[in-house]
């Protein structure tokens, strides 16, 4: 598979009057041609910001610090900023998690979803208008010519994330990046939209890196994940191998503390079934633990884990990577 | 399912009006709440679901009359809470609790946790003076979880799961028979949900408290409820004990929400059958049954009359012209 985009040592910081917070630290991560990264973690753990770095639209005081950003062979951290616009929204567009608040409301959605291919300089207004009709067609918005002239308020929330995607589609991005797509919506949508980015990602070849919390969403969609925890990648691999062996403690047990479908138990007077639940709460990032950020939560917490951060690394395997001194001890070394 | 119901609603309806400009007539109505009958036993669960719009939420604080219904009985405990002057209502709240979704902004942030905790102990006049109700504090407090010196910080000092938990100490200072609860977990990271789900079934074995559980999520419901009852557009849909839902789901709708819900089995296959369109305005229902417009298997009937919530088995009631009465 060829290589659309090579994030490596990838680290934004923000700094405060509390201190700095590493919102994202020496992350490394790849999307290849068509694929579907998974990034998933819990609020804080960096994965929003991650999406913000990868066009550098990172919101002051965050600054990105070190890292390389390879995307079809081009260091997008090198190029100046007005050759990154080329890229952003172009090359590499966002969907965000919003569809009330990331919608101009004084603008028609027809021409939102057309300023994309004007302000790029790809076509003039009204081809442009006629080509955001098509993509309404191709998001499933019903009678989209008369929808064109729609404000924001006129639609419901399913239909604004809709606008949102076509938006995003509108430059023929070759990577989208989706921020919970899906998080403000009820289930039945979310169905809906989640069945539309599959849809538009095989017919389009689209590569599309699709960050949620929510881990049947991530299970359905993606062919490989990373998970994050307080800024850091802790865990990657092909999805099918991370839900059935995760490797690192948190992995394991976020996925035991999903309630699943079926699994409630069952039978007359049956008691209610507790939760496998991970004790502590997410860690505040302007406090992290020394050592492994996890350890304060970590079942399997071992002397070393309180004293050195593990490094993120291959497993003998291949094709799976974690941050996790069970699998490697503080040398590098597997065990 | 016992007969004696802690809390009975009735025929509940809640009509918003809709007025368009300063000082103008009610131009239509939001039916919110349109014709909600329910009950819940002593120390069971109910499990309200449904999606935005539903009216769960509504129904939910109809009952708690921090809103006032438009029509229908709210009876707890034989009483009827509607008939209730606001003197008497601020009584019975010591026996009906609720715990809301947002931690963040259910509690007042420049009050302590101690404060925050100890006032419904002193409203009621619940304890000799405040040493003694400042243990029952510490007690409230230990007992969700939490140390016990965190009576002396504000709510900002704490994490979302951990603001939940005081909110569930509120919750229990008066020792309720019912607690509404309003997606108390929702707003919750997910490793948290966990430990406040766990929190919930530990104090009711322990207290006995019966629980309206208000939730989108039906894999969390599965593990609280005792029965569930789905609401769509200010309506039941379908209500039946616990594992009939998620067996053998029977309107058209319940099978649709089971059937969306992300499974987080990468083995499972990823194709579905989706349910297309949005949910119709509840200012403008459909005619007939209110899911026609969305149903997968709709008849002519179906766009006619409005099918009436009928009990198919016992304890089993389903408003679906599709799904057979008792005995055929």
């Known amino acids: 598979m060829t290589r659309l985009l090579e994030v490596e040592d990838l680290s934004t910081h923000f700094v405060t009057d509390e201190g700095i917070v590493r919102a994202v630290e020496h992350v490394s991560f790849h999307v290849d041609q068509g694929e579907t990264l998974g990034l998933v973690g819990e609020s804080g753990c960096g994965k929003s910001v991650t999406a913000l770095s990868l066009v550098r639209l990172v919101p002051p005081p965050g600054r990105i610090v070190s890292g390389r950003i390879v995307y079809k062979g081009a260091d997008l951290m090198r190029l100046e900023e007005r050759d990154i616009r080329r890229y952003r929204g172009r090359e590499i567009a966002l969907v965000f998690q919003e569809p009330m608040t990331a919608l101009n409301p004084v603008f028609t959605v027809g021409y939102q979803i057309a300023e994309g291919l004007i302000v790029h300089g790809m076509m003039k207004k009204k081809e442009a208008l006629r080509e955001a009709a098509r993509l309404m067609e191709l998001v499933r918005i019903p009678d989209a010519l008369r929808r064109l002239r729609d404000y924001p308020h006129q639609m419901s929330g399913g239909m604004r994330q809709r606008v949102l995607i076509a938006m995003a589609l509108a430059c023929r991005p070759s990577l989208l990046v989706a921020d919970e797509p899906t998080t403000a919506l009820d289930v039945t949508l979310q169905a809906e939209v989640l069945d539309l980015l599959r849809r538009l990602k095989d017919d389009l070849g689209l590569s599309l890196i699709l960050i949620s919390h929510n881990l049947g969403v991530i299970a359905e969609t993606a062919d490989r994940v990373a998970v994050m925890y307080a800024g850091r990648i802790v865990e990657e691999a092909p999805v099918r191998d991370l839900f059935a062996t995760p490797k690192h403690p948190y992995t394991a047990g976020l996925l035991k503390s999903i309630p699943r479908l079926g699994e409630g138990g069952e039978g007359a007077g049956r008691r209610k079934r507790r939760l496998s639940a991970i004790e502590g709460n997410v860690p505040d990032l302007l406090r992290l633990p020394p050592g492994c950020a996890f350890h304060p939560r970590c079942p399997e917490v071992m002397p070393e884990c309180r004293v050195d951060e593990p490094r993120f690394l291959g497993a003998p395997e291949g094709r799976r990577a974690v941050a996790c001194f069970k699998h490697h001890d503080p040398g590098g070394r597997p065990r | ?328």
């Open chain 2, 1 to 328: 399912m016992s007969a004696s119901g802690l809390l009975e609603v009735r025929d509940l309806v809640k009509h918003f009006p809709i007025r368009r400009g300063l000082f103008a007539r009610p131009s239509g109505s939001v039916r919110a709440v349109d014709g909600v009958s329910l009950r819940v036993a002593p120390g069971e669960t109910l499990a309200l679901v449904g999606e935005s719009g539903s009216g769960k939420t509504t129904t939910g604080r109809c009952i708690l009359r921090l809103l006032e219904p438009t029509s229908g009985a709210v009876r707890f405990g034989g009483v009827d809470l509607l008939g209730l002057s606001p003197r008497d209502m601020r009584r019975m709240r010591r026996q009906i609790q609720v715990i809301f979704q947002d931690p963040y902004a259910s509690l007042n942030p420049r009050m302590r946790v101690g404060t925050i905790v100890r006032e419904p102990l002193e409203i009621h006049r619940i304890g000799a003076g405040r040493k003694e109700r400042d243990a029952m504090v510490a007690r409230l407090l230990e007992r969700v979880g939490l140390d016990p010196a965190a009576m002396r910080r504000f709510p900002h000092e704490f994490s979302g799961g951990q603001r939940q938990r005081i909110g569930v100490a509120r919750a229990l200072a008066l020792r309720p028979r019912l607690i509404v609860a309003d997606e108390p977990v929702s707003a919750l990271d997910v490793s948290v949900q966990a430990q406040v789900i766990n929190l919930l079934i530990d104090l009711q074995e322990e207290f006995g408290i019966a629980y309206l559980f208000i939730a989108h999520d039906l894999a969390v419901v599965e593990r609280i409820a005792d029965r569930v009852a789905v609401m769509y557009l200010g309506r039941i849909a379908e209500e039946a004990p616990v594992e009939a839902i998620f067996k053998n789901p029977l309107h058209p709708y319940t099978k649709a929400l089971l059937q969306a819900i992300p499974v987080p089995d990468p083995d499972r296959a990823r194709t579905r059958e989706v349910l297309r369109g949005d949910l119709p305005s509840p200012a403008d229902p459909p005619p007939g049954c209110r899911f026609q417009t969305r149903c997968p298997v709709a008849i002519e009937v179906c766009r006619r009359v409005d099918p009436p919530l009928v009990e198919v088995a016992p304890g089993r009631r389903v408003a679906c012209h599709l799904v057979p009465g008792p005995g055929g």
